[in-house]
């Protein structure tokens, strides 16, 4: 059978449609509007959103300081004038100085007890201990891409084998992050960020003091070099729950730290 | 203005932009709405739902398809779901409120009458294509988007719906 | 929407800051009412689950909220009594950063935020640093912090504290605005906020509730105990130094005052009806005696 769409067309056209009410429209733009507004509102973002979004928050400060003390390694490294063993020497220094990028972080975790806004803080949606985890999380890669780059310039021009120079790295930084961790576990004041950084010259002054000591960090002391590191590694392990547990403790001792699930 | 500005205002929280979107859909989706449902109430209430709709699940509208689009699709489903839970109304009704909404003579109400009927008598799919078609003046590719299925089957659907559609406005002139 | 706080006691080695109090709270607006040292700030932190009680809990709908978690922070907007600030921070970044706490889409915190600094009037100065703001505008950027999330749930711990006249005006039509469907509890030594804005009052001594209801039906229970009598200088002096005055008005050579006083003063005093005023004086007038001690 032949279709005349034409026909039908004008046939279809005799279904016409009374106007809409102008009241009715009016409504749905206010409804709509509320409805968007609400839904906006009520999104609420995941935790990776916000440990991007944390990112932005950390003060330009501690970056700066990081670049500053890496351009400072990365020329000490790529100085031609130095033979092999005074780069080993320079490694020493280095070692001697990475509680200064372990530290660096600290008063930055620690703004919140320093600026008063840990109350604040504390009763939002994202508590103290996702916001602490967050910036450790941020500020502690930042520091283990810190010290990878400081290890990969120095073990070109350093005659130390790779092992032994992630042991002279990573032993005074997590000395020096236990100290910080138990402060931040007990001071929750401006106080604290002067107490971390007395950790900090404290492990400067104790691993420069050992440099000088005969043997420290040769060859035959890697096995001691090696217990430290798994006991600081372990000590930093629960230094770090510990101080978890206290973040939700702002205003009380620890007998009394809130169970707050997280 | 294009609907990809319109969502990036309503994105950035212009406040005018979901006005101007509704400004721009409203009288489409209602007439739609209103050939579905047969009653000018409902077809409002239903048009709406359908922006309501749109503004709450407004993440889920990721534009791969035009907004109008995506409005006759909720309004679609709207419709379809409002269909079920009502029993189908007597065409006296209709044409008493056609009548009542619209002063014309008894000759027009009877075409709307044999219309009406003729398309309540095509299958679900091929009344929208043809609503869709003839009455929105939409694409048979964006016909075929807002009733997910292939364009061939939506041809196909228009072809047969016109083909039945042709009998039965046929045999009413001749009644 | 239901809060109740069961028995919620907090002791510490030495005082007992808040001792077995007991409140249900509906939708509306709760005056916390007492003197310095009452424990009005402890219970509000132990509303906002950021101190432990020694014992009872708080409930929402049945729902221990320390078990709910970040459900309930999600609910509530806190402005503590002393908050502090990030420096470098400018209203908008100190409101984009609370926001992202809240768990706020940087989009909706950023259209929140904006409408916010409107509503408190610091949208001018929403790009300046936090450190060049005045008490009252801090204050204002407190308020607009805690209302990000649209809570249901809004508590706040002197809020009118370093507002001007105007300012707490402002604040009083904000709060009887946004308070339609939810709990907003705050706590003032301002006798008239707590008069215009709540619609329930809670007065608290020594970390128990004393009294809980509407103004007129807690002023009542110190009907009989407000008089005012005239009297001359040297008779109101001796007056003012027995008996607790709210008020002395100097009409002519005679004072007029306004006694708190649960026997009669004076033989010409006469009772007349008491304001809140009268119910603050009379629970906290040796409290009040002592601040002005430490002030002067």
């Known amino acids: 059978m032949k279709i005349n769409e ?44 916000f440990l991007s979004m944390q990112l932005r928050f950390i003060g330009k400060w501690v970056w700066l300081a990081q670049v500053v003390l890496l351009l400072s390694v990365l020329l000490a490294v790529s100085r031609r004038s130095f033979a092999v063993n005074e780069m080993q020497h320079v490694f020493l220094v280095f070692s001697c100085a990475v509680p200064l990028l372990a530290f660096l972080g600290f008063p930055e975790i620690l703004k919140s007890y320093a600026h008063g806004m840990a109350e604040i803080e504390g009763c939002t949606r994202f508590s103290m201990r996702k916001l602490m985890g967050a910036r450790m999380l941020i500020l502690g890669l930042a520091d283990l891409c810190c010290m990878t780059v400081i290890l990969a310039a120095s073990a070109a021009r350093s005659g130390t084998p790779v092992l032994r120079m992630i042991l002279y790295l990573f032993v005074p930084f997590n000395v020096t992050c ?29 691993f420069s003091q050992l440099s000088f000591v005969k043997g420290f960090y040769e060859t035959a002391a890697t096995g001691m070099w090696i217990v430290l590191f798994f006991c600081s590694l372990a000590y930093f392990a629960t230094e770090l729950f510990r101080a978890f547990r206290s973040f939700d403790r702002l205003f009380c001792s620890k007998q009394e730290t809130l169970s707050v699930p997280w | 203005m294009d609907d990809e500005r319109l969502i990036r205002r309503i994105k950035s929280g212009d406040k005018n932009a979901l006005d101007d979107l509704i400004q721009k859909y409203y009288n489409d989706i209602y007439k739609y709405c209103y050939r579905k449902m047969g009653r000018k109430s409902d077809a409002e209430d239903i048009t709406q739902e359908a922006f309501l709709h749109f503004c709450r699940n407004f993440d889920s509208y990721t534009q791969r398809g035009k907004c109008r689009n995506y409005l006759y699709v909720i309004a679609r489903n709207l419709c379809a779901n409002t269909l079920q839970k009502k029993t189908s109304l007597p065409l006296s009704s209709i044409k008493e409120e056609y009548l009542s909404e619209n002063d014309t003579g008894l000759k027009q109400v009877d075409a709307v009458d044999s219309v009406q009927a003729a398309l309540k008598q095509l299958p679900e799919e091929q009344r929208t294509v043809i609503l869709l078609r003839f009455y929105q003046d939409l ?23 016109l083909k039945t559609l042709s009998k039965l406005l046929l045999k009413e002139d001749w009644l | ?278 119910l603050y004086l009379y629970y906290f007038s040796e409290e009040a005696a002592q601040q002005e001690k430490e002030v002067s």
Request: contains cysteine; glycine residues 8%; proline residues 3%.
């Open chain 2, 139 to 161: 694409k048979l590719k964006d016909i075929a988007q807002i009733v997910d299925a292939g364009l061939s089957v939506t041809k196909y659907r228009l072809y047969q719906g």
């Open chain 3, 1 to 278: 929407m239901k809060m109740t706080l069961n028995r919620l006691t907090k002791r510490y080695k030495d005082k007992t800051a808040v001792d077995s109090l007991f409140a249900e709270l509906t939708p509306g607006v709760y005056g916390l009412l007492g003197a310095n040292g009452a424990g009005k700030t402890t219970l509000m932190r132990m509303v906002c689950g950021i101190l432990n009680p020694t014992s009872g809990n708080v409930t929402l709908d049945g729902r221990d909220t320390l078990a709910m978690g970040e459900g309930y922070r999600d609910l509530l907007g806190y402005l503590p009594q002393d908050f502090g600030y990030y420096p470098v921070f400018t209203a908008m970044d100190y409101l984009m950063y609370v926001a992202a706490l809240k768990g706020l889409t940087k989009r909706a915190a950023k259209v929140r935020a904006n409408e916010l600094l409107e509503i408190v009037s610091l949208q001018t100065v929403a790009n300046k640093k936090i450190r060049a703001f005045s008490g009252g505008m801090r204050q204002r950027l407190g308020i607009a912090q805690a209302l990000l999330n649209d809570p249901k749930i809004l508590v706040l711990d002197e809020p009118t504290a370093g507002l001007d006249p105007k300012e707490r005006v402002r604040f009083r039509n904000l709060i009887s605005e946004i308070s339609k469907d939810k709990i907003v509890l705050f706590s003032t030594h301002i006798v008239s906020d707590v008069e215009y804005i709540a619609g329930t009052i809670l007065v608290m001594k020594d970390g128990r509730l004393i009294h809980q209801g509407k103004p007129d039906e807690i002023t009542a229970s110190i009907n009989g105990y407000v008089w005012e009598c005239r009297a001359d200088p040297r008779e109101a002096e001796l007056l003012s130094a027995k008996y607790t005055v709210s008020n002395i008005r100097h009409e002519g050579n005679q004072d007029m005052l306004r006694i708190v006083s649960e026997e009669k003063p004076c033989e010409n005093a006469v009772q007349v009806e008491p304001t809140l005023e009268d």
């Open chain 1, 6 to 49: 034409r026909k039908i067309r004008e046939d279809l056209a005799s279904f016409s449609v009374p106007a809409y009410d102008p009241e009715k429209m009016r409504e749905t733009v206010q409804l709509a509007k509320a409805a968007y507004r609400e839904r906006q509102f009520a999104a609420r973002i995941g935790f990776w959103e």
């Open chain 1, 178 to 206: 236990c100290g910080c961790l138990t402060v931040l576990e007990h001071v929750k004041s401006r106080q604290g960020g002067y107490f971390c950084a007395a950790v900090c010259v404290l492990c400067i002054a104790v």
